[in-house]
């Protein structure tokens, strides 16, 4: 573990032992914090390009993507400060590797994937290594919804737009954010917010459109840019049937005009609904006790089945 400087975790003194976490519990360790903060600010100053010298470089290039990733590969029977280094891996979008000794598979065959490479037999790309730099990621909408934020290992880049939610979730705030290193394997969790007012509903037949546009570095050093754009239809909720043991009914016991949540029902992803609900359960037990989170999603559960069981 580091034992000088600001990034210090632990002091050099063998008389006091390394935070445990009890001491992290109780808010008793005095060395955390700043270390934190500090290995934070080498995450967002992104490779320079800013002025010269302390803050000054770091607020000049918040909105730099990062050029730099940083990996984490430790080996020790001891703790090594890998909670206060975690910001600065995540927003780089570097890895961690975490075990007992060197000589052990899980550090051998983690560095090998690390500089996989495509197959021969793939199209531009064959013999190439899997790994991306330089990575950003902007979200465009239209104007029914806006961005609410994204979870994951990426960093702000503070690009405001008419499509950032006042709601922030995760790092939220903007609709652009670096994602330092990429491989195919590299996920993003993003959250919208519908803004349109439920009193107002959309005309039959408008869609929808939402556009990723990921940017990145290639192996062979040329920039790519890749626009992924979805389209699908809104499905407007009648007034009054937004909850309820049992859906309205008109004649014959038929269930009333506009009532019916059928297209929900089809478009709806389980899979994609668990993962983003586990990402943001997860964030929350970051800030928020672990009780008060599990009552969330109990609730969030209960309103799910009460809707669409």
Same mark, same amino acid.
């Given at each position: 573990p580091c034992t000088s400087g600001p990034g210090a975790v632990v002091s050099r003194l063998r008389t006091e032992d390394m935070r445990? =976490? !009890?001491d992290l519990a109780k808010g008793a360790e005095s060395l955390h914090q700043p270390a934190c903060e500090f290995y934070a600010s080498l995450a967002r100053r992104h490779g320079g390009g800013g002025a010269s010298g302390g803050k000054t470089s770091i607020v000049a290039s918040a909105g730099t993507p990062s050029v730099h990733v940083v990996d984490v590969f430790a080996c020790s029977l001891d703790q090594i400060g890998l909670l206060e280094m975690r910001e600065l891996v995540e927003a780089t979008g570097g890895l961690m590797v975490l075990g007992d000794s060197f000589g052990q598979s899980v550090f051998?065959?983690?560095l090998m994937r690390v500089f996989r490479r495509y197959p021969d037999d793939v199209p531009q790309d064959g013999g190439m290594m899997q790994m991306a730099f330089g990575g950003t990621l902007e979200v465009l909408t239209s104007r029914e919804f806006k961005i609410s934020g994204a979870i994951g290992a990426v960093c702000s880049l503070n690009k405001k737009g008419p499509n950032v939610s006042d709601l922030e979730i995760g790092r939220g705030g903007t609709n652009a954010w670096s994602l330092g290193g990429l491989d195919p394997g590299t996920t993003v969790a993003i959250y919208f917010d519908v803004t349109n007012p439920g009193t107002t509903p959309l005309p039959? $037949?408008? *869609? *929808?459109?939402i556009q990723f546009l990921t940017r990145?570095?290639?192996a062979n050093g040329r920039t790519r840019l890749r !626009?992924?754009?979805?389209? $699908?239809?809104? =499905?407007n909720v009648p007034p009054g +049937? +937004? $909850?309820g043991s049992a859906p309205p009914t008109g004649n014959a016991g038929a269930p009333a005009p506009g009532s019916d949540h059928g297209p929900v029902k089809i478009s709806f992803d389980q899979e994609a609904s668990a993962v983003l609900t586990a990402r943001l359960a997860v964030h929350r037990t970051e800030s928020e006790d672990v009780a008060d989170v599990l009552r969330?999603?109990?609730r969030s559960l209960i309103r799910l089945c009460a809707k669409f069981a």
């Open positions: 445990s =976490h !009890a051998k065959e983690s039959e $037949g408008k *869609r *929808r459109f990145y570095q290639h !626009a992924t754009t979805l389209c $699908g239809p809104w =499905h +049937g +937004g $909850g969330w999603v109990d």
